[in-house]
């Protein structure tokens, strides 16, 4: 079945120290793909998103991802993370292939940093 | 320009009862979808709407209904509701026909009891 997944649930980091969030997919053919951030009491914000080019995509307040086709990745990294940050990750997929204009999420990765 | 609005942000309801939710989104956005986001299940699509039709509809139950108005603005209805339909649900409007990125609004947050 076409999935999405974010296998890491919940992640608890110190601050300064790096950050990789996972996320699979199973889609095949032409996706684009997206990160989102939801921090507490916030609505959904677009951290990234990748539709064709160069794989290594670089997003809002210093996040960036890799699209690798060959694995069906699209993992997540920041080099040193802040106790803003603190907040839950949503990988998000569209399927170009499918015609349907929805975006198909994991089930997200809730990110600690203490400080 | 003003992002998505999501009325009203919390309901509580009981089951059985019918509930409508209203989302108007980004002005000269046509696309219109909603999700439903709980703990664990990460965000479900339920229909999406543009220019007054539904394009694509996911895996709930015939309780849970749409539409969308000329004005592009979005309603969402469940009818006999059940304590498992709990939960965010979440409006994202987007600018057209293909899907480039969707914005989202704060949600509402449905209680049944």
């Known amino acids: 079945a076409q999935s999405v997944s974010q296998h890491n649930h919940h992640v608890i980091l110190s601050e300064a120290a790096s950050l990789e969030l996972g996320c699979n997919y199973s889609?095949?053919?032409?996706?684009?793909l997206f990160w989102y951030v939801q921090y507490p009491g916030q609505h959904l914000q677009l951290l990234l998103k990748y539709f064709s080019g160069d794989p290594l995509v670089k997003g809002i307040k210093g996040f960036e991802a890799e699209f690798i086709k060959s694995k069906f990745s699209f993992n997540l990294r920041k080099p040193s993370v802040q106790w803003s940050d603190t907040a839950e990750y949503f990988c998000a997929v569209f399927s170009v292939q499918t015609g349907a204009n929805n975006l198909f999420f994991g089930t997200g990765t809730r990110l600690t940093v203490i400080p | 320009k003003a992002g998505v609005t999501q009325t009203p942000r919390y309901l509580i309801k009981t089951r059985g009862q019918q509930v409508t939710l209203s989302c108007s989104p980004i002005s000269g956005h046509r696309s219109v979808s909603w999700y439903q986001q709980t703990p664990g299940q990460g965000l479900q699509f339920l229909f999406e709407y543009f220019s007054e039709t539904q394009r694509n509809k996911g895996n709930f139950p015939g309780r849970f209904s749409g539409r969308q108005f000329s004005n592009s603005r979005s309603e969402m209805n469940v009818s006999t509701l059940e304590l498992g339909d709990s939960a965010l649900y979440l409006c994202?409007?987007?600018?057209?026909?293909?899907?480039?990125?969707?914005?989202f609004g704060q949600g509402t947050r449905l209680t049944v009891v």
């Open positions: 994202a409007s987007s600018p057209g026909q293909s899907h480039t990125e969707a914005f």
């Open positions: 889609y095949g053919g032409t996706v684009n």
